[in-house]
């Protein structure tokens, strides 16, 4: 099974109609109004070829978008408390001008907490994001051997018999979260996008020293097991928060 963080958007922030705040409130301990909450969309991933050669299948996004629902949404891929600012409500596939994209819909109570967020958000300081997600299902485009199963020696990018190379990203396993990350002045910079393998060796090490198969697994885990304690922990601030 594969690890993806993938670079994603802050699309735009969105107001809060009746719908939305049905389900919000599926997954808030007690109803909120929508005064109390603020909501944006993150375009996240699609199934373009991107800059990894790299691409999810429409099926791909189309079982993310299940996944995601009450899913938090973190800072830079950090579980530590306090760093969660806001939860996936709604998730949905959208598709225009034959590009399917992954739409999260998020929102996050308005607090003296989260007021620092929400601006930083509105300002457009906070626009990159990435998806921490599992797929059990990398297939060569050329080949059409699953690389987590055997490794082909095609190479992302290149051409064989005038066919550019890539690779589909199928059969999710887990969405794990969606983390905002501040952006620098370089765009460039601001795309935050790494990979991990939890499966055979990559063709492409990207890992650093000291990283490995065993910190691909021990990071899925924790995210589980993160996953499980926040579920508890961010029911309660939220109450908590919203008494004043
Ligand atoms: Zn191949």
């Known amino acids: 099974m594969n690890e993806f963080c993938k670079a ?16 919000i409130n ?6 909120l109004a929508a005064e109390e909450v603020f ?25 993310l978008a299940q996944l995601y629902v009450g899913k938090p949404v973190l800072k830079d891929h950090s579980w530590s ?6 939860r996936v409500y709604a998730a949905q596939v959208e598709t225009q001008s034959g590009v399917s994209r ?7 109570p308005r607090t003296e907490g989260t007021a620092e967020t ?9 626009r990159e994001c990435s998806v921490g997600v599992a797929v059990a299902r990398v297939t060569c485009s050329i080949c059409g051997v699953n690389q987590l199963e055997t490794l082909c020696k095609h190479g992302g990018g290149q051409e064989y018999d005038g066919k550019l190379c890539h690779f589909d990203l199928d059969d999710p396993r887990d969405a794990y979260e969606v983390s905002l990350v501040a952006v620098p002045a370089q765009k460039e910079a601001g795309i935050i996008k790494s990979k991990r393998y939890g499966g055979a060796d990559p063709i492409e090490n ?4 000291g990283g490995g198969p065993g910190d691909d697994t021990s990071w899925a885990d924790k995210a589980l097991l993160e996953l499980e304690k926040n579920r508890f922990n961010l029911e309660g ?8």
Do not use: H, N, W
């Open 237 to 244: 601030s939220e109450d908590e928060t919203q008494t004043d």
């Open 39 to 63: 909501v944006f969309r993150l375009a996240a991933c699609d199934d373009q070829v991107d800059r990894d050669y790299e691409r999810f299948t429409k099926e791909c996004l189309e079982t």
């Open 118 to 126: 929400i601006a930083a958000i509105e300002s457009g300081m906070l």
């Open 102 to 108: 992954l739409v999260l819909r998020c929102y996050m």
């Open 8 to 23: 994603a958007r802050i699309e735009k922030s969105a107001t809060v109609d009746e719908g939305d705040l049905t389900l």
């Open 81 to 86: 408390a306090g760093v969660q600012t806001a």
């Open 206 to 209: 990207t890992d650093p020293p």
């Open 26 to 31: 599926a997954q808030a301990l007690r109803p």
